[in-house]
């Protein structure tokens, strides 16, 4: 048997292991996919297929560190990236404990282990008793587990109050692949009355941008023009983007501040909408799993034969 024909029955062999053993997760990336694929975590070519092979077998310790709102300030610290987020003015587990002044003084609070866990206030909680128990909802709840995203499993739950900033302007939405940059999200006035609305760029083929014709996959289209900040945005996220094969940045401007929002490992749960079950787009190819924590690591036993094997494929692919 020829090593192409190896290659592929090691690789449909662990597809196949992977599909049995998650089928909730398989379930939902197939339903996920406009094309109505099978999912290949094994052997991944569309960006979907990549993140749900980031779930299985790419264990980056760091992931966890990132993942946790509180502890990502400390990762920028180590890599010397000069950006900070919104001040901390409190930390603790129980909400009941967070003064009643500070609640009202324009603030955000979150839970450091999940997504969908902020509320922002502009002026102290009407009903503070219900305030404390949405709290306590979010600090009790198991982030990650229907979608297998790891990252956030051991990270240990906080709750903080966050200064909110009141001049900020926009939300950046940045997909990295090491210094590269494939997608742009703008967000506009996110927290107003009115509603967010948001802009979606991609790359012209020219060394430029230009702007996603069809609707954001979250909200009502902006049709604004490029932000002057955005190249800021970009040089900074650059800096961010080097240590990973990929990952979602999220940045906040004012006029004249960027501030650092977090890093998203598992972005919309582990997928791009709109272009990311479509093997050719950029957010898909660009992302070269041979620069993973996994792919980079020395494994052993049946995971180094994996790798081996994955490596040929891919290699074979950009070849």
């Known amino acids: 048997m020829g090593a192409t024909q190896m290659t592929d029955w090691v690789l449909l062999s662990f597809r196949w292991i992977i599909l049995l053993r998650h089928p909730r997760i398989s379930y939902w990336y197939w339903k996920s996919d406009r094309f109505g694929r099978l999912p290949d975590p094994a ?3 569309t960006a979907n297929d990549k993140y749900f092979w980031r779930k299985i077998f790419d264990r980056n310790p760091e992931f966890t560190k990132i993942s946790d709102k509180l502890g990502v300030r400390d990762w920028l610290k180590e890599k010397q990236i000069g950006i900070e987020g919104p001040p901390v003015l409190w930390s603790g587990i129980d909400p009941a404990d967070i003064p009643d002044g500070l609640l009202a003084s324009g603030v955000v609070v979150k839970a450091n282990h999940g997504s969908g866990t902020n509320i922002v206030l502009r002026d102290a909680p009407p009903d503070r008793a219900a305030f404390n128990r949405r709290m306590r909802k979010y600090y009790r709840k198991p982030q990650g587990r229907k979608k297998l995203e790891w990252g956030y499993f ?16 926009v939300e950046f939405k940045i997909w990295t692949y090491d210094q590269r940059i494939e997608r742009i999200q703008i967000v506009y006035e996110r927290f107003s009355d009115e509603g967010a609305s948001a802009d979606v760029w991609t790359p012209d083929g020219q060394g430029g941008w230009t702007r996603f014709a069809g609707a954001p996959e979250i909200t009502k289209s902006a049709h604004r023009p490029w932000p002057k900040m955005t190249d ?5 996220c650059r800096k961010i983007g080097r240590h990973f094969d990929h990952m979602r940045v999220d940045i906040l401007a004012s006029e004249t501040k960027l501030w650092f929002g977090e890093l998203t490992v598992y972005s919309n749960a582990g997928k791009i909408p709109l272009f990311g079950d479509v093997p050719g787009e950029l957010v898909n190819t660009s992302w070269d ?19 081996d094997r994955l490596r040929r494929a891919i290699t074979a692919d950009k070849t």
């Not at 990270?155 to 001049?167: A, G, S």
């Not at 799993?289 to 790798?307: D, E, N």
Request: hydrophobic share 45%; aromatic share 12%; proline share 7%.
């Open 43 to 45: 052997n991944p070519r």
């Open 154 to 169: 051991g990270v240990t739950r906080k709750l903080f109050v966050e200064k909110l900033i009141p001049d900020i302007i």
């Open 232 to 236: 800021d945005v970009l040089a900074m």
């Open 289 to 307: 799993l041979r620069q993973s924590w996994f792919m980079r690591t020395p494994q052993t036993g049946w995971r180094k034969l994996y790798a």
